[in-house]
């Protein structure tokens, strides 16, 4: 069955763009197996989570190389809202501009947000070019959806087994990866819509004296150094898995999906420009200033493009905005988290608490200065 579902032209064309995806030799060799014997059931919205765990291969390397092949309309994605209470896909779109903040659930007959980490999920299934999924196969599936049950009990019941983990790539997965958001950067939320994301931690630089550079050596020179500082500061948000929101002028906003990420990359930001700065004369340094807040935000299209609103996002600037030369300064929240604590211990000599009034936010807060040996 799997080798009448699954064309020769779909492993040809796999084959024929196997240099650019994220697989090593290995790992390919099991991808390419599992072509040959997958099943209708299989090939249709592909759950990539549990399709690597079989396979053994990294998740994010198995997300980016299924985005490289929809880049190349070997795949087509859907986005698929998961019931909260028994994690059944309750609804299915075919574009981000199709998503809205709620939905419900027939079979449990209860109503729901979507929030986009937790129960929007991301599923692939290879173009009609290549397949046709059976028009009996696909009105099971919907009948599904829409099943229902009948009557109620007054007997109780005791939950033995509740799911664990993860079970899906969730959307926020997705639109961490830069390849995603570089392909489909016209595929937005409507301007009136937005979606709860409950867990990101979000990065702020700002180029210190940016004016004053330009005085000292010039616009074309100037430019550059900012230019250059801006290749420095996305490659390594990009390595550590977050992707850049948007640049306001000199400024940075970034986010990550655990604060692990956002507190590495932060370090390592400074670290290199650190370098970059002792290969330049003194007048043409580049001094960043960081601040760190993680929290729940919504997800907006600004400006044709997806951004962030709400407080965790103001806070995260107004940090940015108490930090001096090199400086990182990361708010309670951050501090709190427990591998965040683990990374400093082994990468910064001492830390500063202080008691702050950041500017149009209610109630002073305790932010953390970052002090480092050097």
């Not at 099991?30 to 053994?56: G, M, P, T």
């Not at 990294?58 to 795949?75: H, V, Y």
């Not at 079979?107 to 070019?129: H, K, R, W």
């Not at 340094?285 to 493009?305: A, D, Q, R, W």
Request: neutral net charge; charged residues 30%; proline residues 1%.
């Amino acid at each position: 069955m799997g080798n009448k579902m699954i064309l020769s032209k779909f492993r040809d064309r796999v084959e024929s763009i196997s240099s650019e995806l994220d697989f090593n030799s290995d790992e390919y060799s099991r991808f390419k197996e599992w072509e040959r014997v997958a099943k209708i059931e299989d090939v249709y919205q592909i759950n990539l989570l549990e399709l690597s765990e079989s396979l053994n291969i990294d998740s994010q390397r198995m997300l980016k190389s299924f985005i490289t092949m929809a880049k190349n309309e070997l795949l087509d994605i859907s986005w698929e809202y998961h019931c909260p209470s028994c994690n059944g896909v309750a609804e299915v779109h075919n574009h981000l501009a199709e998503v809205s903040k709620s939905s419900s659930c027939k079979m449990c007959q209860v109503d729901f947000y979507n929030i986009l980490d937790e129960n929007i999920g991301v599923a692939f299934t290879p173009s009609e070019e290549f397949i046709k999924i059976p028009k009996k196969f696909l009105e099971g599936l919907e009948k599904m959806r829409k099943m229902a049950i009948n009557g109620s009990s007054d007997q109780k019941m005791e939950v033995v087994s509740m799911l664990k983990g993860k079970t899906f790539v969730s959307g926020l997965d997705c639109l961490h990866i830069e390849e995603f958001r570089d392909l489909f950067d016209d595929d937005n939320l409507p301007f009136d819509e937005s979606l709860m994301i409950k867990n990101i931690s979000i990065l702020f630089t700002d180029v210190k004296g940016s004016t004053a550079l330009y005085n000292r050596v010039g616009d074309a020179t100037a430019y550059r150094l900012i230019r250059e500082h801006f290749d420095i500061l996305f490659k390594i948000i990009i390595d550590h898995g977050g992707i850049v929101i948007k640049t306001i002028g000199d400024a940075v906003m970034a986010s990550f999906k655990t604060p692990r990420d956002s507190i590495s990359a932060a370090i390592q930001i400074r670290r290199s420009l650190k370098e970059y700065d002792t290969k330049i004369e003194s007048e043409k340094e580049i001094l960043v200033k960081m601040g760190l807040h993680k929290g729940s935000t919504i997800m907006v299209t600004l400006n044709k493009s997806l951004d962030y609103f709400g407080q965790t996002v103001n806070i995260a600037a107004r940090i940015q905005g108490e930090a001096k030369n090199n400086q990182i300064i990361i708010s309670e929240n951050m501090f709190k988290d427990q591998e965040v604590k683990s990374i400093l211990k082994s990468s910064i000599k001492t830390l500063t608490r202080r008691r702050v009034k950041l500017r149009g936010i209610d109630n002073k807060r305790d932010i953390y200065i970052l002090n480092f040996k050097d």
